[in-house]
Nanobody, 113 residues
Framework: QVQLVETGGGSVQAGGSLRLSCAAS????????MSWFRQAPGKEREFVAQ???????TYADSVKGRFTISRDNAKNAMYLQMNSLKPEDTAIYYC???????WGQGTQVTVSS
């Protein structure tokens, strides 16, 4: 059974940092694009960042220069380092492998001003 489990969410003040982790189990995803999405209260889920098998990265404009996505294929894991957090980054953050149709259950990130 495939599972994606996010950890590392929490509450921080504006300007702070958090590091999210996504652990995949049940199969290997080294050849898949892995992604982070987020959903803020009352808003639709939105793309945050993705990383492909060659570690090429893409970011939403809203997080460029502040967030860094990375992956460790040996550990079947993905990470999101979030710096200079803003209140508008408050959301549930989801790990996903969209090409395979897998999503995690999400981890809450709350940034206070």
């Amino acid at each position: 059974q495939v599972q994606l489990v996010e950890t590392g969410g929490g509450s921080v003040q504006a300007g702070g940092s958090l590091r999210l982790s996504c652990a995949a189990s049940g199969r290997t995803f080294s050849t898949y694009i892995m992604s982070w999405f987020r959903q803020a209260p009352g808003k639709e889920r939105e793309f945050v960042a993705q990383i492909d098998w060659n570690r090429r990265t893409t970011y939403a404009d809203s997080v460029k220069g502040r967030f860094t996505i990375s992956r460790d294929n040996a550990k079947n894991a993905m990470y999101l380092q979030m710096n200079s957090l803003k209140p508008e980054d408050t959301a549930i953050y989801y790990c996903a492998i969209p090409g395979a149709g897998y999503w995690g259950q999400g981890t809450q990130v709350t940034v206070s001003s």
